[in-house]
């Protein structure tokens, strides 16, 4: 299985930016579709944004739409998610995750489907 590492989370104020990155090793990462995920203190993980292997799909949560962007890089086997117009109900613990296919178009929204998971990147948001 693929290994994860979650990195560029921190402390934003209310309207700011962040954005984490997701690293992969001991596979190629052209190989997964990716997805974000979060988990706030007290309730269950949330999807938050999914990539099919090559990049030609993306879906997103409803209440990061327009605010966050999945994007990756295969050649540098890292997947980002940029997050603009921060709210503090963004505050999370975000994951990235990978779910082995081989079909381009693939993605997923549910937690069930990925099989490798980060660490996970504190991402917290002040008002």
């Known amino acids: 299985q693929v290994q994860l590492v979650e990195s560029g989370g921190g402390l934003v104020q209310a309207g700011g930016s962040l954005r984490v990155s997701c690293a992969a090793s001991?596979?190629?990462?052209?190989?997964?579709?990716m997805g974000w995920f979060r988990q706030a203190p007290g309730k269950e993980r949330e999807f938050v944004a999914a990539?099919?292997?090559?990049?030609?799909?993306?879906v997103y949560a409803d209440s990061v739409k327009g605010r966050f962007t999945i994007s990756r890089d295969n050649a540098k086997n890292t997947v980002y998610l940029q997050m603009n117009s921060l709210k503090p109900e963004d505050t999370a613990v975000y994951y990235c995750a990978a779910d082995l296919t081989r079909d381009n178009t693939y993605y997923s929204i549910a937690v069930a489907t990925y099989d490798s998971w980060g660490q996970g990147s504190q991402v917290t948001v002040s008002s």
């Open positions: 001991g596979g190629t990462l052209s190989s997964y579709c």
């Open positions: 990539i099919s292997r090559r990049g030609y799909n993306t």
